[in-house]
């Protein structure tokens, strides 16, 4: 079956900073979808790639994948105490989820 | 609101017992994946169900059953409880198969004591 990886598992960074998060497929990657769940809460809809080279944008995050590196990173630009959480990528065929990665956002 | 409906939010129940989580999907959405999530552990993938039949099955135990309705709702069964099936359960919902939009519910926390 397909596994995700996500990188990094926990990520710690001051208001108003970047980060990007990865998501490698053991298997190649037909569509990905990137969610968000605050903890103990359901799973927010962020946005699904279907395509090798696709950008998505949702306000101040951008989602990209790479077929070819079976790849997908998500990027927050300039970000709020708004975006903590915990991210999850997954993939379209099968529906099965990388770990996911622990945002936390200092003011 | 996702549109997808999870019932109920919060159950307690003792070690031996069985209990049923109910889950509505979005309207028109054919297919529902049942999750088991534990503290810090990701999200499990447990069974898929597609317009009323089973189309794949992750790590769901013996004891866990599921079953997809002719309304579409969907119900997953849990029985003979431990205490290591305390988790979040969720259910998702989409229209088809591939390439459609995936929708969560907002889980059913389940403590077994």
């Known amino acids: 079956s397909q596994e995700l990886e996500q990188s990094p598992q926990s990520l710690i960074v001051q208001e108003g900073k970047n980060l990007t998060i990865n998501c490698t497929s053991s298997?190649?990657?037909?569509?990905l979808y990137w969610y968000k769940q605050k903890y103990g809460e359901g799973l927010i809809f962020l946005m699904m790639l279907q395509k090798g080279g696709e950008e998505k944008s949702h306000e101040k995050i951008t989602a990209k994948l790479d077929e070819k590196k079976q790849q997908s990173s998500l990027h927050i630009t300039a970000s709020q105490p708004s975006h903590a959480g915990i991210y999850l990528c997954?993939?379209?065929?099968?529906?099965?989820f990388g770990a996911g990665t622990r945002l936390t956002v200092k003011p | 609101d996702s549109g997808v409906t999870q019932t109920p939010k919060h159950l307690i129940t003792a070690t031996g017992q069985r209990v049923t989580l109910r889950c509505s999907p979005r309207?028109?959405?054919?297919?529902v994946y049942w999750y088991q999530q534990s503290l810090d552990q990701g999200l499990q993938f447990l069974i898929q169900?597609?317009?009323?039949?089973?189309?794949a099955k992750g790590n769901i135990l013996e004891r866990f059953s599921a079953q997809q309705f002719p309304d579409l709702h969907s119900e997953l069964n849990l029985s003979s409880l431990e205490l290591g099936d305390s988790a979040l359960y969720f259910c998702a919902s989409r229209r088809g198969g591939m390439n459609t939009e995936a929708f969560f519910g907002q889980g059913t926390r389940l403590t077994v004591v």
């Open positions: 169900y597609y317009n009323g039949e089973e189309r």
């Open positions: 309207s028109g959405d054919l297919s």
């Open positions: 997954g993939a379209d065929v099968g529906m099965r």
């Open positions: 298997k190649t990657l037909y569509g």
